[in-house]
């Protein structure tokens, strides 16, 4: 599952499902000293509204992370999914680790 988390003209944050890149390889640019952040989310792991600090792809690599957005919208992220996470500003997006911890790693990229 690829998915874009992004503040609509409403200030509200939406999901949107999209389709992964087919081609051979695709190339995104990063930030000049970039980071990538390896993060592992204790069982019941819940955070609250919040927006991301930086716009990012966030890759799940183990376990499972469910993400909500105010208009009742929820997703479940599995090992594979990517998540683009654009809502920098708004109300944001709520995150919880679902049946045990999970493992993400997360990528700024340009705005």
Do not use: C
Not at 4 to 12: F, V
Not at 75 to 84: E, H, N, Q
Request: charge should be negative; charged fraction near 25%; avoid cysteine.
């Amino acid at each position: 599952m690829f998915v874009r988390i992004y503040t609509g003209d409403d200030g509200q944050s939406h999901l949107e499902e999209m389709d992964a890149p087919t081609e051979p390889v695709h190339r995104i640019a990063t930030k000049p000293g970039e980071d990538l952040v390896f993060r592992r989310s204790p069982e019941n792991s819940f955070s609250d509204w919040h927006n991301p600090s930086r716009r990012q792809y966030l890759f799940v690599l183990d376990g499972q992370m469910e993400v909500s957005v105010k208009d009742g919208t929820t997703l479940l992220f599995s090992p594979g999914d990517v998540l683009l996470a654009e809502d920098m500003t708004g109300q944001g997006h709520v995150t919880k680790s679902v049946g045990g911890p999970y493992t993400s790693v997360s990528m700024g990229i340009p705005d």
